[in-house]
């Protein structure tokens, strides 16, 4: 089976420091791949370079194909990128959605890799198209939420819409760049836990950058563990115990082990009240 994604020799510098150090990884159709690592590991730089929105250094031998299409190659773009691009979701910590837009308009936008210019430009799509725009946010509990303006939603609130976004590019691959890094406890249970459900329904690869390492076990069989650039862990999440972090990153383990797991933390405080409500009863809300 080919590789949804395969990086060969990445290399990524800004300045004397190398953000990325020959970094090679494949990662197969429908897994779904945790990121970890401490801040500037090279976690969000690795997603970027795999869509195409960050070029490797010229005239290395750097190479990432998605979907068995070739991204870049000697940090040049490949000449049909906008092509590639439309089977990669990315989804953006900062959400990346128009506030002043209607929230069906953004997910829309998810369409806009395969109509007719003109089509995106003055954003005319036929009603089936606004029907699928329609469905996509009903999975991620959304869907009473369409004609308001963006900018008006809660921040889980956007980045579900965001999510929907790529549910409607019909993403074969989604990139998810730190998407809970800044939602309260129960936005981000809910955003992870759309994003394993399209893993598992839609058969989708799913790479999501994580700080923290419970939530990476708890949602990702395989975790890829970045330290100053460089690949120091690939294997079962469930290997990741803290005597395994302090090996792998020595004193800059306390900073990933410190960080509140709010996922986790949330249920112990249900768990005390009330019953956990079900992913399907969590996305209807």
């Known amino acids: 089976m080919q590789p949804a994604i395969r990086v060969t020799e990445l290399l990524k510098s800004f300045g004397p420091s190398r953000a990325l150090d020959r970094v090679t990884l494949e990662i197969m159709p429908g897994e779904m791949v945790a990121l970890i690592g401490a801040s500037g590991s090279g976690k969000s730089t690795l997603l970027r370079h795999l869509a195409g929105l960050v070029l490797a250094d010229r005239d290395s031998r750097s190479e990432i194909e998605v979907n068995g299409q070739l991204v870049q190659k000697s940090g040049r773009l490949a000449a049909n990128i906008r092509e590639v691009r439309e089977s990669i979701g990315f989804v953006f910590q900062q959400f990346n959605l128009v506030g002043r837009l209607p929230v069906i308009t953004n997910v829309m936008a998810g369409m806009l890799t395969r109509v007719p210019l003109w089509r995106s430009l003055t954003r005319w799509f036929h009603a089936s198209e606004y029907s699928q725009g329609l469905e996509a946010l009903a999975r991620v509990g959304m869907a009473e939420r369409a004609a308001q303006r963006a900018s008006t939603l809660s921040g889980g609130q956007q980045q579900r819409a965001a999510i929907a976004r790529t549910l409607v590019q019909r993403a074969k691959v989604v990139l998810a760049d730190e998407p809970i890094a800044s939602l309260d406890p129960e936005s981000s249970r809910r955003v992870m836990d759309i994003l394993s459900t399209i893993n598992r329904e839609d ?5 999501v950058s994580l ?20 690949v120091v862990f690939d294997g079962p999440s469930e290997r990741l115990t803290p005597a395994m972090l302090r090996e792998l990153y020595g004193a800059e383990a306390d900073e990933i082990l410190d960080l509140p797991d709010h996922i986790s933390l949330l249920q112990d405080r249900r768990d005390n009240v009330a019953p956990l409500p079900s992913i399907q009863a969590a996305q209807a809300g």
């Open 203 to 207: 058969h989708c690869t799913v790479v």
């Open 211 to 230: 700080h923290q390492v419970n939530v990476a076990i708890k949602y990702c069989p395989r975790t890829i563990a970045l330290r100053r650039g460089q």
